[in-house]
Every structure is written in C-alpha cells, then in structure tokens.
C-alpha cells in the first residue's frame, strides 16, 4: 500500500500491508480510478522516498521543463507554490535558475535535505495542501506527480481554482503519469496502490475545465511517459472538453484491450525470469521504487532476483515492501556479477549502461517495454 515507505528490516517488508486495485473506466469523461482505494491506508510521512533526482537524466529534463516555464511566464521575483513538493527538489532547482520566490508544500518534505543555496527564498509547509492554505497567493502554481494520488481530484482542483481567485494572471502547470501509455504498453508495474487516479489527456483536460480553468495545452513529456497540463484561470463555461482533447473511444479500446492483455503480459514477464534462473543467469534489478514494488509482487518474485540496487542513497540498507530484497547501492553488483540487469524504466538505459560499465560490468539490459 505504501511502495515508496522507507523499511528498516526484511520481516516489516515481508509482511507489509497490501490492498487491491480495481480500477474503472468512465465512459462519458475518460478518468479511470481504484475504486478500492482507501485514504487511510496509506502513509505520506517523511519516510516516503518519492525522488527521482539522483538521475542526472531526469535532472536535464527538469531543467529544461523549468527554463521552458520561465521562457513563457518570467518567473523571476514572481512568487512560486508547489502543491506536493516532495523533498525540494524540483522548486529548489526552479528558484535557483528562475530568480522567483518559491512556497512547498508536502507531508514528506524533510528539512534536513540539502536543497541548494537558495534557501533564503524558500519557505516549505510540511503539511497536506488544503483548504487551511487557500491564502497562499503565488504568480504560479505548479503541482507535479501529486494528482494521481488524490481520490476526489474535482474537488481538490477546485480548491486551487477558488485560492486563485479574481487573478487572471496566475498561470498553473500539473503533471502526472500519461495512462494512455501505461493501457498500450500493458505496464501494469506503473499501477500500483498510492497511484488511486489515473489519467489521459483527455481526462485530465475535462477535469480542468471543469473546475474552472482554461486549459492552454496538454501535451505528453518524457518519453511520452508523463503528461504535462498549462493553464489559466477561467470558469466553468469554459469550452466543452471534447473541443480539447477527444480521445474517449481510443481510450475505451486501450482499456478493453489491457484488460484482455494482462493475464499474458504477467504470464510471459513470469517465464522469462525463471528462464533466466533456470539457466543459472543471475538476475538483478535497477531501481527499488514503486514500480519494482509492482513488478517483483505482480510476479510473485523473490530468490529468482539476485539484487535489487538504486541509485538513491537514501534507499541503501533498507528492503523492498512486499518481497523482502534489501535495496543495494550500484557498486555492489561487483560481488554480484549479473547476468542480466531489469530496468525498470528504459528512459534510463543508457545512464544505467554508463554505470555498469563503469563498474567493469556488461549484463544484458532488460528494459521493461
């Protein structure tokens, strides 16, 4: 329930609790939710372990996605709020090359992280965005892998939509994961319990639009793996959703299509990786987050994986909720020896190329696909 938790000891992984994913598809508006997720369930504290930014792949694209923004909107002395910032990254990177003021907020956001050397514009809230936090007034809201997160999205826009008020001038950016991919690609590992609400262009720009905005441009990012939303304040007559983005019948075939998918997809992933065992391969994964998480418990994997490693140094000593492995670093893999390393995301081949190689290792590469 929690893939992104921080635990301490094999026999809390092993018994960590689980919950079920059924996720539905609504015909008339696109959006796709677990109906079985429960709030309550899980956990947002600063033992979530949610950065991607040890990559230097992902940093190149966070600033570009930074510079892209200040191209278009002068962030400069102009006042920043980031809904769910994590630990800092993201808004500490876009003060330090924008010149604005920036204001996070998030539950797992640790003081004690090194976020740069522009801390004397930074305020962090350690708290969940809300109602309580309406005053919060900025030139620009941006709110980055959060969404899917939140069961009552409607309602939870609609709260950013009123704290901006009579503003014409704010301007938002939100990214989330783009479930068109996830449904053509059957990548059930990107479905996982934290992630309740799951969305396509289509989707997400109604959902927008509904709440009262004017949705400038959805477009995907990242490989074609996250989706990226700009838009303005407006009302709700703005145009209809269906003028934005109309992609309700190619997204009703890829959920036909995943479901009936699925049981081969699982099946076939399963076969390679006791292929690989039986022949005496030893097999490792790179990456321990939510994704792994899926992967490994989807297919029921444990003494078949070798190693489990990340890049995260936070993460090392720690195990994987659900099947046990302790979370290695890279270097590691020198006893190890792979045979063939699982990428859990093949944006990240050829950084993870370079580092094996580093290493003096050359295992086959198994990107997910």
């Not at 947002?44 to 930074?66: A, W």
């Not at 690609?185 to 289509?202: I, L, P, V």
């Not at 007559?237 to 036909?256: C, F, N, Q, S």
């Not at 078949?304 to 270097?331: F, L, S, W």
Request: a negative charge.
């Amino acid at each position: 329930m929690n893939s992104c938790l921080l635990v301490d000891d094999r026999q809390t992984a092993l018994d960590f609790p689980t919950g079920d994913l059924e996720l539905v598809f609504c015909a008339a508006c696109g959006f796709i939710q677990n109906r079985r997720f429960d709030p309550g369930a899980v956990t947002y504290s600063t033992d979530y372990e949610e950065t991607q930014g040890f990559s230097g792949h992902f940093r190149r694209f966070v600033d570009e996605l930074i510079d892209d923004q200040d191209r278009k909107h002068r962030l400069r002395d102009r006042t920043v709020l980031e809904i769910g910032c994590g630990k800092g990254e993201f808004l500490s990177r876009l003060v330090e090359r924008t010149g604005a003021r920036g204001i996070g907020i998030d539950p797992s956001y640790r003081p004690d992280r090194d976020v740069g050397q522009t801390t004397e514009r930074l305020t962090f809230i350690q708290d969940w965005y809300g109602p309580a936090y309406a005053d919060l007034a900025a030139d620009f809201i941006c709110c980055r892998h959060t969404l899917e997160h939140i069961p009552d999205v409607l309602d939870f826009i609609r709260q950013v939509r009123r704290s901006i008020g009579d503003r014409p001038e704010v301007r938002i950016l939100f990214e989330v994961p783009d479930t068109k991919r996830v449904l053509a690609e059957h990548a059930f590992w990107d479905m996982y319990y934290e992630h309740c609400s799951y969305f396509t262009a289509g989707s997400l720009a109604r959902l927008f639009a509904r709440a009262g905005f004017v949705v400038d441009d959805v477009r995907t990012a990242y490989a074609d793996q996250y989706l990226l939303l700009e838009g303005r304040p407006g009302d709700d007559r703005v145009r209809p959703a269906g003028e934005i983005v109309d992609d309700l019948e190619a997204t009703a075939a890829l959920v036909e299509a995943f479901a009936a998918a699925l049981p081969r997809k699982l099946a076939d992933l399963r076969a390679e990786v006791d292929a690989w065992h039986g022949a005496g391969r030893r097999v490792a994964i790179w990456g321990s987050g939510s994704k792994a998480v899926a992967y490994l418990t989807s297919l029921g994997l444990r003494d078949e994986i070798a190693a489990v490693v990340d890049i995260n140094p936070h993460k090392a000593g720690r195990y994987m909720a659900g099947t046990g492995h302790r979370i290695e670093r890279p270097e590691q893999l020198r006893a190890v020896r792979p045979d063939v390393v699982v990428v859990m995301n093949p944006v990240y081949v050829a950084e993870i190329a370079q580092a094996l190689g580093e290493l003096g290792l050359a295992p086959e590469l198994r990107p997910l696909d």
